[in-house]
């Protein structure tokens, strides 16, 4: 990772020598890592080669955000803005953070959720230039070799998807390149990860999507997916090979189906340092709004009742999580799990039910079967519910009338994105309640009014958790990561929450302190791999201060 002060705050840099390798001219402008457009200085134009290949003008960085924020905001389509960004990281990838981490609340929703549900689908067809590895089912036994022709070696980070669960939309394929591609630019303007430090990998195992195979622009593999012992041998295969090729990075599991994700996360967590982002980070972003709005409540975690609309990776995480939670409130595990239900496609899930899956049967629990899920929060009475099934306008108005009927402030997350998967928007949920409800989304909204009130409502989204693991784990070469992290992590979200958000209905802080809330929640990771045994370098006197001392600063260097 660069050292250096963050991008907020930080201090003007000495000079650097221009090394030896350094590109000149047109070499230069073409880089995208060391180019700096029309702010290279004259001096450095003079050394570099540069003179008459850029207008004369010099402007600062400050000058070229904002010609990037003037055209940015001239457009209106959304997949018009992802393109415009995704051509700036193209060909300058210092102003494109800058960009991102200055104006978050703006870029985030472009460059992931929900607009980048929409370039996933588009990817074919708007693709321009390659970014990222694509291993497919035909590089099986030369994957090391693939993965060498990375240019990079010093790769901390690796966001890996096959493509089969791309946010609520289903099988894209090798159009889910645009996942990896997007988290990893999370990792670098949320916590100050090195891009350079950071790999997107796409293993394309083909797809059952049969629009995508018949689609003459689709660029993976058109033909069925890899299933079986041969998908399980490509996946081994990529584990060792990134080892080998980069010894101890970290690999993020992301957007898997999951009959994959729940057993290839237990089959690696004890071997690498790995993690899978759609269990583990949305049950940490989730309980840290559980956190927060308990705050609201006054009532204890081990008085809550939790239902999930869902009952797949982030459900039964989300529970996982909250289990721990409540034992660490005093509950017995058993007496934890009793107070988290799942429902499904075939209504509450329930012991007397045959052919559950394995993730479900910890929270398939004695009652007598409930076909829907307003019944389900009916029979129940829960004072939180928790949407994550993809289900759009799953939470009606008599979900939430009786939600509000059953509690004085009824906890409603509507975690599902992109927005068109959403359970209700805050102007439902607000709405319905009466203004009560203590409410999360999964996508952006702007601020609404109700009854003369101002609701400013902020996403229960990963990107407050998973940069900041990430950035904790990097920093003392964590052996693992751990749920004990996740846990951590969830506790100092939620403690970064003022008394003034919660006051305006916002159950997170704003993006705008997203790197400050990600170097405490790197510091607080480093904190459980020291107490753990798992950190592998010698403990820094302050943890905070080393951690933010390795944050990426998207602010140019100037070269003597």
């Known amino acids: 990772m660069a050292t250096g002060k963050s991008a907020a705050g930080a201090r003007p840099q000495p000079a650097k020598p221009i090394p030896a390798w350094f590109p000149r001219g047109v070499a230069l402008l073409r880089e995208p890592t060391l180019n700096k457009g029309t702010a290279f200085t004259a001096a450095e134009r003079d050394a570099l080669g540069l003179h008459g290949l850029l207008p004369p003008r010099v402007l600062t960085q400050e000058g070229q955000v904002a010609r990037i924020l003037e055209n940015f905001r001239r457009l209106a389509n959304p997949l018009d803005r992802y393109i415009m960004l995704e051509a700036l990281q193209d060909r300058n990838e210092a102003l494109f953070y800058r960009v991102i981490t200055d104006y978050p609340d703006e870029m985030m929703p472009i460059i992931y959720t929900p607009t980048v549900g929409l370039a996933c689908q588009e990817f074919g067809h708007i693709f321009r230039r390659p970014r ?10 030369k994957v090391a070799q693939v993965l060498r022709n990375w240019p990079q070696r010093d790769v901390a980070m690796i966001v890996v998807t096959d493509g089969e669960r791309i946010l609520g939309l289903g099988d894209l394929g090798s159009n889910g ?6 988290k990893l630019s999370l990792y670098s303007a949320c916590a100050g990860i090195d891009p350079a430090s950071c790999l997107p990998v796409m293993l394309d195992v083909g797809t059952n999507n049969e629009t995508l195979q018949q689609d003459p622009l689709y660029l993976g593999l058109p033909r069925p997916r890899l299933t079986g012992a041969a998908y399980d041998e490509l996946v081994d295969e ?4 990134t080892q080998e090729v980069f010894p101890g990075v970290i690999v993020q599991f992301e957007d898997f189906a999951n009959h994959n994700a729940f057993r290839l996360l237990a089959k690696y967590r004890d071997r690498i340092c790995t993690f899978n982002d759609d269990i583990q980070g949305t049950a940490s972003v989730a309980v840290a709004g559980i956190y927060s709005a308990l705050r609201v409540t006054g009532k204890p975690m081990s008085a809550q009742t939790f239902l999930c609309l869902g ?3 982030a459900a039964t995480g989300i529970s996982d999580l909250l289990v721990s939670a409540m034992v660490a409130d005093g509950l017995t595990e058993s007496a934890a799990r009793q107070r988290c239900w799942l429902v499904d496609s075939k209504g509450l899930v329930v012991k007397s039910r045959g052919g559950l899956a394995e993730h479900k049967l910890p929270y398939a629990h004695d009652h007598a079967p409930v076909a829907d899920f307003a019944s389900a929060v009916k029979a129940l009475e829960p004072t939180a519910i928790i949407g994550v099934a993809a289900t759009a306008k799953a939470f009606t108005r008599e979900v939430v009338t009786t939600m509000a009927a059953l509690n004085q402030r009824p906890i409603i997350f509507a975690l599902s994105n992109p927005t068109s998967k959403t ?3 805050p102007a439902e949920a607000y709405e319905w309640s009466e203004g009560r409800a203590l409410y999360a989304s999964g996508s952006p909204f702007d ?3 109700w009854n003369g009130k101002r609701f400013v409502t902020r996403q229960g989204n990963n990107s407050y958790i998973f940069p900041g693991v990430g950035l904790g784990a990097i920093a003392v070469r964590a052996a693992r990561i751990t749920d004990a992290m996740f846990m951590a992590a969830a506790r100092t979200l939620a403690s970064t929450v003022t008394e003034s958000d919660l006051a305006q209905g916002s159950l997170y802080p704003p993006l705008s302190d997203v790197r400050r809330v990600s170097a405490r929640i790197a510091a607080a990771v480093a904190e459980v791999a020291y107490a753990g045994g798992l950190a592998q370098i010698e403990r820094p ?4 201060e080393y951690v933010q001392s390795h944050m990426y600063d998207p602010r140019y260097p100037t070269y003597a």
């Open 447 to 449: 601020p609404i009014t």
């Open 311 to 313: 009952a797949g990776e």
């Open 177 to 182: 390149m645009g996942i990896p591609i997007g």
């Open 132 to 141: 990222g590895i694509f291993i497919s089912a035909d590089d099986r036994g």
């Open 423 to 425: 359970e209700c928007t």
């Open 238 to 241: 990529f584990i060792a090979a």
């Open 541 to 544: 006197a302050d943890l905070l």
